[in-house]
């Protein structure tokens, strides 16, 4: 299938690589260019091409406002029978908003953000959370099949968004709580690796710990954990997104607005490119 990428940058560079490494002929296209060009795909120069040119569109941009200004351009073309997917990190209301606009266009939408980092997209492990027509679905479900390892149909189009943010808050609010705990056995002098290998076998470990421990342990030492999967700046996007969606909802989330301080303060002293998992360091290491 022809399958066109709106947004190159890590997830989406990632996504594309898996579906290209599966079968598919792909188009990308990025604001900025060199983004696009490092992946060796074929690009498109402006959206409406990107759109006019491949049977389906995925999308995966930084944030709402992005995500309404690109599709504005995608569906200035001839989109009649095309599919879209957009996997985004946004509110409810977007995917809600841009279905509505591609359907009076006589194209197809499904909305799928997805839990998981670049390791996971590149080998097809991701966990899909698709709202949308379950034609639609179905007309969409065997290429979100090889990017995930789960995928799940939640509803309606804007559930996928309304999941994804469920399911990334406590892994966000854990990064924190992390950081408070290792400052508490900080004092013990405790090898990194150890200190992780020993969180990572108790009851309140979540699973990322499995794989991603040993770059927590890294930046206890001081040692460089790598290439970076998600970075500060974007634990804060999601964050924000998560206590605006609640208060539309009438309620509050005072257990994330906390960490969300705590992950401004870091961005503040440089961090804000930084992985996720630099945090629970900087929190002990500043403590010091």
Known sequence: MKIGIAGTGRMGSAIATRLAGVGHEMMVWNRSRDKAQKLGFRIAELPQRLASSCETVISMLTDAAAVQSVYEELLSADVKGKLFIEMSTVRPETPKAIAAKVKAKGAFFVECPVGGTVGPAKEGKLIGFAGGEPADFARAKPILESLCRRLEHVGPVGAGASMKLA????????????????????????????LMDIFADTSGAPNVLKVRGGAIAQALAGNDTGPTAFDIDSVRKDLRTMIEEARSLGRALPLTERPLQCYDEASRRGLGGKDQTALPASWVLQSK
């Open 167 to 194: 399911i990334n808050l406590p892994l966000l609010v854990y990064w924190q709580a992390l950081g408070e705990a290792l400052s508490l056995c900080q004092p013990l002098g405790l090898d990194p690796q150890r």
